[in-house]
């Protein structure tokens, strides 16, 4: 059964704790992203990745961090710095058009809650 | 740099009638347009998508979308809608030159009552 697992759920932190949500693709997709989505925001870019070992920072990185070692895996981490951690995250994977994104397709996200 | 604006938040409707969100975007280049949708429950999915061609493009359940070039706008459409339509409602927009860079508006979320 094909496509994007987000685990956990839900996540619950104390303020000063860095977590890591984790994201695993088995479509094959070469590339991965990771959203946050905020009530009347929509969905915001924190980091992209086109291939294996290579990331990019979206619109929103500050506070966090992301690594791509598997072709499978893009794990996001959300560091202490992150001033307003709260929020529901969404990780997605396209496959490659050439230079350009074609359809994302997405997991059911985590929903973190910092205490 | 670029942006995408929905006009509209929140949107009710009665089952039958017919339906249209704005979708307007900021950039001047070839662009790839989509519309994700999400259901109450369920993972955020692609509605229908345009790259190139026919600027009338045709999506799953009924809905449409038009592109107008010379307005930036993306409208999606459905001539009647049913209870299951009820989901919140994305367009999204990404700029040839900026790679896998795609960029959401901020969602409309539609309610039908039965």
């Known amino acids: 059964d094909g496509g994007i697992t987000q685990s956990p759920k839900y996540l619950f932190r104390k303020e000063g704790q860095n977590v890591t949500l984790s994201c695993e693709q088995n479509?094959?997709?070469?590339?991965m992203y990771w959203y946050r989505q905020d009530p009347g925001q929509g969905l915001r870019l924190i980091y992209y990745s086109q291939i294996v070992n290579d990331f990019q920072k979206g619109d929103i990185a500050e506070g966090y961090s992301v690594s791509r070692e598997k072709k499978e895996s893009f794990p996001l981490t959300v560091t202490s710095a992150q001033k307003n951690p709260t929020a529901f995250y969404l990780c997605?994977?396209?496959?490659?058009?050439?230079?350009?994104?074609?359809?994302?397709?997405f997991g059911p996200g985590t929903r973190l809650t910092v205490l | 740099a670029q942006s995408v604006s929905q006009h509209n938040h929140h949107v009710i409707l009665s089952e039958a009638a017919s339906l249209e969100l704005g979708c307007n975007y900021s950039?001047?280049?070839?662009?790839?347009l989509f519309w994700y949708v999400q259901y109450p429950g369920q993972h955020l999915q692609l509605l229908l998508k345009y790259f190139s061609g026919d600027p009338l493009v045709k999506g799953i359940k009924g809905f449409e979308a038009e592109f107008i070039k010379s307005k930036f706008s993306f409208n999606l459409r459905k001539p009647s809608v049913q209870w299951s339509d009820t989901a919140e409602y994305f367009c999204?927009?990404?700029?040839?030159?900026?790679?896998?860079?795609?960029?959401f508006g901020a969602g409309t979320r539609l309610f039908v009552k039965a």
């Open positions: 479509l094959n997709h070469d590339a």
């Open positions: 950039y001047g280049g070839t662009v790839n």
């Open positions: 999204a927009v990404n700029a040839r030159t900026g790679g896998f860079k795609t960029i």
């Open positions: 997605a994977s396209s496959i490659q058009s050439g230079r350009i994104a074609d359809t994302q397709y």
